[in-house]
């Protein structure tokens, strides 16, 4: 099936820094998710949009609704070490039906160095 | 947060045998989902359904079945498991598009 586009792929950082992670498709999503997916867990949801060119804030985790509606970005301000994790995108083409299912992208695994 | 439960948590089995994974929520959500994660390849969709009686199949259902016994209730069965089914099985809840994951299930086919 299709999948987005995650990147990076891993991500090695030192405590403290800022992070950068986007999701990018060839097709228009109407909603995009952000999860982090801690190991032998579960994913849980970080933040949910809905609107093109929509900034949302969870704590330090920022995400952005691309204006194309083909794109998805997360930062992460001032990283901590339990930030560490893989964070995965996922985008639903809308509502009703099958439009349901959400793509997933393959991952980016966070790595902090304290 | 959906508070989704997956029994087992671990289970290893042979070749041939039956087994059924089971997933419970408590918050009312009308549409529940099974995914696969194997290393590399991400979270690839089962089964779905959006009521009791409504079951869809996924990405990769060959394999499976499942049973939507009650709004809070998705369970997910191999008839005859083999090897290459050995994956980390997570279901999904939610309304809308948010869906809300259960802890997983290691399942192993030896």
Known sequence: GQQLNQSPQSMF????????????????????????????????????????????????????????RKDSFLNISASIPSDVGIYFCAGAKGSGGSNYKLTFGKGTLLTVNP | DADVTQTPRNRITKTGKRIMLECSQTKGHDRMYWYRQDPGLGLQLIYYSFDVKDINKGEISDGYSVSRQAQAKFSLSLESAIPNQTALYFCAAGTGNEQYFGPGTRLTVT
């Open chain 1, 13 to 68: 950082i030192q405590e403290g820094e800022d992070v950068s992670m986007n999701c990018t498709s060839s097709s228009i999503f109407n909603t995009w998710l952000w999860y982090k997916q801690d190991p032998g867990e579960g994913p849980v949801l970080l933040i949910a949009l809905y609107k093109a060119g929509e900034l949302t804030s969870n704590g330090r985790l920022t995400a952005q609704f691309g204006i194309t």
